[in-house]
């Protein structure tokens, strides 16, 4: 969905949380915040959930944030690895400005920087016993961690 807009080649930093809740407030907020972009490149979105995501049951899937209604995406996205602290401050900012209408979850298609949390987003992101889950069938089926690129679910260490 992003590949157009966002070419290889461009810096890019992002941060996402669910909204619970989208008000006049967050929106104002949201613009508030696009009004201080550092770069033409940078995005604020927001997609729409619910319908049939939210239909199906919590338990029946490893994606568990199936009651929020929003998700929210910040990105930042510039050319010069000089603008790098600027624009990587712009969209820990925007998203930190929009975290008063947020739930606890992060949608696994972009948590965001991994080595920032240690993994916490990316174990929350799969909500409460789901991620052990994910963490005994890694260890059984790929004990090595062949499979460790983008949002990585580690093996449990041997005792």
Known sequence: MFDAGSPPG???????????????????TAVECFGKVRSPYCKVVFECLGGAVARVGRDDTVFDHRASPFDLL??????????DQENIAWARATWEAMQPYASAGVCMSYPGQESEDGGARIEAAYGPGKYDRLVALKTRYDPDNLFRMNQNVRPARPS
């Not at 461009?10 to 104002?28: E, G, M, N, T």
């Open 74 to 83: 910040v990105i930042g996205a510039w050319q010069d690895p000089r603008d």
């Open 10 to 28: 461009r810096r890019y930093y992002w941060k996402s949380s669910f909204l619970d809740r989208l008000p006049d407030a967050a929106i104002a």
